[in-house]
């Protein structure tokens, strides 16, 4: 349900498809030339399918690790507070400073360790999460999708992009709009 003049809030995605690509790259770049060729990319929505969450293990997590890692962090935090502290000093400003890096050091370790011996050995490990998605599609308004197409069509011809072949039964699905 809209009010007259606002615009709908409905997140799903409308419009057709014209570019499915393997990387949010390619998706990227496609629209980028829609924008360098004038096209009016305000019609355009980047949609990932096959969400996935992917964790890469970067390491073991050891006692020492977690004390480096919270005196670190406590430190470029208490660099960070002792910065602004010296700008309203008017005498030593470097010993705001450091005492700001020292106490923030010191709670960092303190908090490090503490973070590191509640987990009881249940997670001894680092990681980095990130969502990826399978394929990029590249939808766009039903009256500017023909010109778009033919646009991306120039792009894929110069080797910058490499979309992805349609398939036509999962297409049908993503054009028809969403009422």
């Not at 809030?9 to 998706?27: F, Q």
């Not at 929505?45 to 992917?54: D, E, K, S, Y």
């Not at 000093?89 to 400073?97: D, E, Q, S």
């Not at 992805?164 to 049908?172: G, I, W």
Request: hydrophobic share 40%.
């Amino acid at each position: 349900m809209t009010t007259q003049g606002m615009p709908s809030m409905d997140p799903r995605p409308t419009g057709l498809t014209i570019g499915t690509y393997d990387t949010y790259r390619e998706a990227q770049r496609a629209v980028d030339y829609l924008s360098d060729e004038k096209f009016p990319v305000e019609h355009t929505t980047i949609v990932g399918n096959n969400l996935r969450q992917v964790e890469k293990i970067t390491g073991r997590l050891t006692w020492g690790r977690a004390l480096a890692a919270g005196l670190a962090s406590g430190a470029w935090f208490g660099l960070f507070v002792g910065l602004l502290l010296g700008l309203f000093t008017t005498n030593n400003w470097l010993a705001a400073v450091l005492t700001g890096v020292v106490l923030g050091a010191f709670f960092g370790l303190v908090f490090g360790g503490l973070g590191y011996a509640q987990s009881a050995g249940r997670r001894d490990f680092t990681s980095r999460t990130a969502v990826v998605a399978t394929t990029y599609d590249v939808l766009c308004d039903f009256k500017f999708a023909e010109e778009a197409r033919n646009h991306l069509a120039k792009l894929a011809l110069k080797g910058e992009v490499h979309p992805v072949l349609p398939n036509h039964e999962a297409q049908q699905t993503t054009q028809r709009p969403v009422d």
